[in-house]
């Protein structure tokens, strides 16, 4: 998280010295009033070392009277309107850094309306608060926005980035890129200006939309090259620029950005070398990635966590397992580290494993599993063929299951062919998630595979509901460019070779066995359509691209917005085969290396 480079506010020493009471003995406004009332038959009066603690407490309660209550003690002892001020925002950045910042908010609302006048403190404090809360608070960061230019303080250069900070955790990036553009000048010292350029290519990321961060990062860097005064990125730029290559999935800028930060000595920063991790495991290198970690002098829970998941990802269980045994000698595993190996453990059907590690977290541990980790024990379960149980398993669950939950349940019936589990989780996601059109598919496939074709059924299930399909997207990146593709899409200015490539694969493919799985193909049309639409599938596309655009035994590395499909990974391992190429596919799920003819998914996933 980037924090605002705004100064201390003037210390309260300034407010009026009263003699000092045992402001720790109360937590809540009801203890407060039995000790003020304490208090006044002794004839004692609260100390200005108390009077913060007064507003926090009262400050979270959401009771008007409360905060009247505070407010009325605080007047006493601090003698006048600014010092008042002081004591308010010393609570409202108290409660910003505390882990519940939606207090912030509240106690911000009553200290307007009470007119108490807010300054450069209070607005960075309330901006904090909305940062940490998210989209959520989008509203009141605009509002706080409104309120800075109406106060005159549009030149406090440290509120202009405490504002980029909100608006890209909470958006519209819209409107951090107008304010960003109206500075004029990125800043007068370094350092800020740093933390404004870093502000913006974090929000893009923050929102989605990592091209437009790597875009800024290339702006920064030739401001960087062309100007006397230094904007130089600090590592805190380099995080948010390699956590964008991640989301893109492009390999060659994350090396190119790795190779930067060791020019410039940031390679032994932690946080750092978390996020490499991250992006080489996200863009298909987990060797890379296990040589960051080896070489951090430093590793923290979220280092190991992330080496774990990574393997996980990439179907190494075994060297997962052995690696969370490394870990158990020098830090405590988290929520996360957890994930891993129940994600481990299911991608490879080691359910007697999992099922010993979900047990242990809490006992063990201490970490009290959420909803997550019941979707994994569910999803171990339901690949493994144990369909009862994992229905017997969410029965049992002590909270609600989501359905993330019950998709995983979905998708163990379509594995496994049970039509009856399959229809059991779609009532119950119909329920939940109407408009999720994944779960629409899968079903399809289980009735197909269980040669009961209801595709019409279904179709008009999803048209009841809304439901639109969601398109398949891949990307794959070539001499330094990420090249998009969609499913059925023939945008991409050399398209017909792309078709023309895939259909000379194809028939290669057929040749050894490949025929088309056209039950994948959710559509009320003939064998040949279908054989077509699966031709345009985006993976397929982007394959033929990297075929052509890359020198014979490049790796190929595709991403893929969803679950790869099984006629697709079929043809991936032949085409592996044919052309002696590896081949690398992130899906929305797991990683999929293809080489040889064959997957590292071992065809279970």
Known sequence: MLTSSLAAPPALSEVPSVPSTSAATF?????LRQLHAKLVKSGISFSAADLPRIAVVCGRSPSREDFQYARSIIVSGAGDGRREALVWNSSLNALAESDRPPDVLRLFSLFRAADIPPDKYTF??????????????????????????????????????TLLLMYGSCGPMADALQLFEKMPTRDAMPS??????????????????????????RKMQAEETSSSSSSSPNEVTFVAAIAACADLGDLDLGRELHHLCRRRGFHSNVRLCNTLIDMYVKCGSLSEARKVFDEMPERTVVSWSAMICGMAMHGRAKEALELFSEMESEVCPNGVTFLGLLHACS????????????????????????????????????RAGRLQEAAEFIAAMPVAPSGAVWGALLGGARLHGDVAAGELAMRELCRLEPSNDGYYIVLCNIYAGAGRWEEARVRRMMKEEGVKKTPGRSRVAVAGMVHEFVAGDCGHPRAAEIQRRWEELSAELRRRGYVPDTSQVMLDVGEEE???????????????????????????RIMKNLRVCGDCHAAFKLVSAVSGRKIVVRDRNRFHCFEGGSCSCGDYW
């Open 27 to 31: 937590s809540s406004p009801a203890q």
């Open 192 to 217: 800020r200006s740093v933390r404004s350029w870093t502000a913006m290519i974090a929000g893009y990321v923050h929102s989605g939309d990592p091209k437009t961060a790597l875009h800024l990062f």
């Open 347 to 382: 991608h490879m059907g080691m359910v007697e494993e999992g099922r010993r590690y979900f047990a242990g977290m809490w006992r063990d541990y201490g970490v009290r599993p959420e909803m997550e980790h019941y979707g994994c024990m569910v999803d171990l379960l339901s």
């Open 124 to 161: 960075s404090f309330v901006l904090k608060a909305c940062t940490h809360i998210g989209s959520a608070a989008a509203t009141m960061g605009r509002a706080v926005h409104g309120l800075v230019e109406k106060f005159g303080l549009r030149s406090e250069l440290h509120l202009h980035n």
């Open 530 to 556: 279908k054989e077509r639409s699966l031709a345009r599938h985006s993976e397929k596309m982007a394959l033929s691209f990297g075929l052509m655009s890359t020198p014979p035994g490049t790796t190929i």
